[in-house]
């Protein structure tokens, strides 16, 4: 039955991968939309199996200097859906750090945009919502053309920024700064990269997700720019006065071809004094973060060292939870959570300061975050890992892999890690 209510209308769905393929290609017309996509998890709390926002009524772009404030000022003339990002060097404006590193993906600092045609998708209903006719955007989608693959006329050449020596040796650099105390735990990332390349995003995401569908995964158009993401990692979700945040932070790998192989890494996860260590480290940091923003003791842990299994990886996770402080701005928000723990370490301004010294490239938009908020102010954000990051006017291609470098670090072990999480990415790619 399909029914209207104000500029929404709700359409049963009786083939949703098809019409998610339809959706999709129906997106494409849009300089900017967003697709969030859960791929059918039950990671608690859960809100929407599939939510694209299409189109811009109104957005703000910024770099970095009083890019949250000027967000927080655009956030108080809405009441409305707004969907985007956060980029990594907003922690420039949040400490006194700087960024001088080349990135050549160029999406702004923040940029969210309040969308035209918002809709939610699940196994059952289509919801529409929108000032224009929902029934005319319904018709437009089931008579779009299904997903037609394109496939490159040359292989993709996957470039290393940093080579196996190089990288090594600032991990040997990295756990020397931990022996003299500068930090207990760093997260240092790599990219790889190609160049003079003319991708189709969609099939790329689409070959992305059947092989590594995860929970927070994404693809987000801004005109030339695309992030084609498939993170596994919540960064923060507000529900009411409730926050949460699950950092990740601890891989081993997948083994489909022997169960008992597959069943013993993950108890070696679990009972990893490496990886319980640096989950620990950064759980401590989240908690210091909501802390800053939620009610005296209501800060807990309400899972540690939790283990999840994804297609290629198990991982580590942890969900800690606050009661926030009545009348907290998303401004002050960011400003006690940003850049998130789990994608810097701890403590967090000196890490960073090492992260410029010793990574070669950018971080933008990944590590940064990716979400929506609603029109009664709740909001989900994603983690922005596991990515891949496209310039389609420059034919720039790039992603990046890290690790958590703590006292327990073995060198070459982390080298392996960084490959196993890239792994997804470079064998898309390298069959596109």
Known sequence: MNHVTGTNRVFSVTDFNSLKDQMLSWAQQFNIFCLLDNHNYQIRPNAFECLLAAG??????ASHGHAIQLFQEFLNKKKSWLFGHLGYDLKNEIEDLSSLHNDRIKFPDLFFFEPRIVIRLNEKEMYIESNSDPELIYESIINSKKLVERHLTKPIHIEHRI???????????????????????????????????????????????????????????????FLLCASPERF??????????????????????????????????????KDRSENVMVVDLVRNDLSKVCENGSVKVEELYGIYSFPQVYQMISTVSGTLKQNISIEEIIRATFPMGSMTGAPKKRVMQLIEQYEKTKRGIFSGALGYITKDGNFDFNVII????????????????????????????????CLLKADAIRSVLENY
């Not at 931990?178 to 390349?197: K, M, S, T």
């Not at 409730?242 to 993950?266: C, L, M, W, Y």
């Open 56 to 61: 811009s009524v109104d957005h703000i772009s």
């Open 163 to 225: 080579n196996k020596s190089e990288y090594l040796n600032i991990i040997h650099q990295l756990k020397s700064h931990i022996l003299r105390g500068d930090c207990y735990e760093i997260n240092f990332c790599q990219e790889f990269f190609a160049q003079d390349v003319s991708i189709d995003p969609l099939t790329v995401y689409k070959k992305l997700s059947a092989l590594s569908p995860n929970p927070f995964s994404a693809l987000y158009k801004l005109d030339d720019k």
């Open 236 to 273: 923060l979700h507000k529900n009411g006065n409730k926050i949460i945040s699950q950092p990740i932070k601890g891989t081993s790998k997948r083994v489909h071809t022997d169960e008992n192989e597959d069943a013993f890494n993950r108890q070696e996860l679990f009972k990893s004094e």
């Open 386 to 417: 596991r990515s891949i990051m496209y310039n389609a006017t420059d034919k720039f291609l790039s992603f990046q892999a890290g690790s958590g470098i703590t006292y327990y670090s073995v060198a070459e072990r982390e080298w392996e890690e």
